[in-house]
């Protein structure tokens, strides 16, 4: 019996949440991948949907906004005052994606360099990895290769996928925005980061942001699931069998010729 609540309607994810940048995007494809697609109908995303759960970390200066984008997105909170993050804090977000449910764990980590050597021990284990900069800010973006470099020291950088996010649309005016998010969008090329812009006050771009990066790691996963099982069907049970000459059996009926 399932001691979960069922998964909040408002976190149900049916279709491939589009990018904020074509020149910086993850990729640009307007649908999830087909055989994610069909693993999903058939019910064959193996640890996705059941234990998976992806590790978030959102690094950054202190005060860019990082505390505000989490409660933004998990309590549609915000908070003009400032108080700053001692080590790490975390939520739990459960998405359902095609179907199947999916859950992050999202870390917020403090930005203050006193409390960094505390947060940066929690980054290990991140399969994405959330580069904020304050867009009123040139010098918290002038930071965010640092960022980078402390957080993939724990991780493998080719395993993790990366997001830069500019933080405070509200408080920048059209023109003084398109200046820095030219200096983004170059950046998140070259860094190879997915790029947004968003507003913790109004919320704007804040639940799409999230969506696209539930999205992205959920096809990554079931994409890597699929890969790992191989010729195996996943899904199936692998079972043990000491009076059998074979040692893998599928439950399913139906058996690959070279268990037979
Ligand atoms: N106008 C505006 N202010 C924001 C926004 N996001 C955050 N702030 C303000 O910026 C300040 C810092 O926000 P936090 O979210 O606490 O910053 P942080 O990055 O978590 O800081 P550390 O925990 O010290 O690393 C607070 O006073 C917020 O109210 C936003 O989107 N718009
Ligand atoms: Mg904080």
């Not at 904020?20 to 019910?43: S, Y």
């Amino acid at each position: 019996m399932s001691v979960l609540p069922p998964v909040r309607r408002d976190r149900v994810i049916a279709q491939l949440p589009q990018y904020f940048r074509k020149e910086a995007a993850q990729h640009t494809k307007e649908d999830f991948n087909n055989k994610v697609k069909t693993a999903c109908q058939e019910q064959r995303t193996g640890t996705v949907g059941r234990f998976k759960i992806s590790k978030v970390i959102v690094v950054g200066d202190l005060a860019v906004g990082k505390t505000c984008l989490i409660n933004r997105f998990c309590k549609d909170a915000f908070d003009k005052n400032y108080k700053a993050t001692i080590g790490v804090d975390f939520e739990m977000e459960r998405f359902e994606v095609l179907g199947v449910p999916f859950s992050l764990q999202l870390w917020d980590t403090a930005g203050q360099e006193r409390f960094k050597c505390i947060a940066s021990t929690y980054y290990r284990g991140a399969q994405v990895v959330i580069i904020a900069f304050d867009v009123t800010d040139v010098a918290s973006l002038g930071h965010v290769r640092q960022w980078l470099e402390d957080a993939l020291k724990e991780n493998d950088p080719t395993a993790v996928q990366l997001f830069l996010v500019g933080t405070k649309k509200d408080l920048s005016s059209p023109a003084q925005y398109s200046q820095i998010e030219q200096d983004a969008i170059k950046i998140a090329q070259e860094i190879s980061a997915e790029y947004w812009a968003v507003s913790s006050l109004t919320g704007e771009n804040v639940k799409e942001f999230f969506f696209r990066v539930a999205s992205l790691a959920f096809e990554t996963n079931v994409l890597a699931e699929l890969e790992k099982s191989g010729s195996r069907q996943i899904g199936d049970v692998v079972r043990i069998n000491s009076t059998s000459n074979n040692l893998y059996t599928s439950s399913k009926k139906k058996q690959p010729s070279c268990c037979q």
